[in-house]
T-cell receptor, first 117, second 115 residues
Framework: GAVVSQHPSRVICKSGTSVKIECRSLDFQATTMFWYRQFPKQSLMLMATSNEGSKATYEQGVEKDKFLINHASLTLSTLTVTSAHPEDSSFYIC?????????????FGPGTRLTVT | AQKITQTQPGMFVQEKEAVTLDCTYDTSDPSYGLFWYKQPSSGEMIFLIYQGSYDQQNATEGRYSLNFQKARKSANLVISASQLGDSAMYFCAMRYGGATNKLIFGTGTLLAVQP
């Protein structure tokens, strides 16, 4: 149980275009979803927290107009990187939790590797 | 402010031996949780073990155990009988933020298991 998927697993886009990443909880209802960014050989940095039906809460320094997050249902959250630039190239990982998660555990998706050329 | 510190960028261990990965934390919240995750080169985050701040006993999960020393604010991961498949990046993380249940991660330790 507690499986989270992400799509796509890899994406290459041209500078200036937008790209959407989907995060789905496959076998549970995710009341909260989290989006992280991980640069090579670095740690995971929390970008934003989203609750179903509410606006996302962004961490300090994360541009909300650039990283659009939508949590439309209890099983789906999307991250859209708008007007992507090479510096946005990174590994994006989502996680999901529910009120029933033991120890408030977050279940992680497999990640999406974004390359902006 | 919350902080997680992992001071070992890299560690080597011989197969079948035990290894300890260090983690110290700082928080003023009385209620928090500590996690260890394994990240192989594929990038997925694999949950290993959890310790709650009020748990009296150290957590254990198979070959993984967490040496929780609350007064020292340390939560070291012990891997017994290392296997080649244990080679990966290991992250210590702390849950904070009350109802928001955010995680803050350490910088990670790259473990290499040698045959």
């Amino acid at each position: 149980g507690a499986v989270v998927s992400q799509h796509p697993s890899r994406v290459i886009c041209k500078s200036g275009t937008s790209v959407k990443i989907e995060c789905r909880s496959l076998d549970f209802q995710a009341t909260t979803m989290f989006w992280y960014r991980q640069f090579p050989k670095q740690s995971l940095m929390l970008m934003a927290t989203s609750n179903e039906g509410s606006k996302a809460t962004y961490e300090q320094g994360v541009e909300k107009d650039k990283f659009l997050i939508n949590h439309a249902s209890l099983t789906l959250s999307t991250l859209t990187v708008t007007s992507a630039h090479p510096e946005d190239s990174s590994f994006y990982i989502c996680s999901a939790s529910s009120v029933d998660s033991p120890s408030y555990e977050q279940y992680f998706g497999p990640g999406t590797r974004l390359t902006v050329t | 402010a919350q902080k997680i510190t992992q001071t070992q960028p890299g560690m080597f261990v011989q197969e079948k031996e035990a290894v300890t990965l260090d983690c110290t934390y700082d928080t003023s919240d009385p209620s928090y949780g500590l996690f260890w995750y394994k990240q192989p080169s594929s990038g997925e985050m694999i949950f290993l073990i959890y310790q709650g701040s009020y748990d009296q006993q150290n957590a254990t999960e198979g070959r993984y155990s967490l040496n929780f020393q609350k007064a020292r604010k340390s939560a070291n991961l012990v891997i017994s009988a290392s296997q080649l498949g244990d080679s990966a990046m290991y992250f210590c993380a702390m849950r904070y933020g009350g109802a928001t249940n955010k995680l803050i991660f350490g910088t990670g330790t790259l473990l290499a298991v040698q045959p």
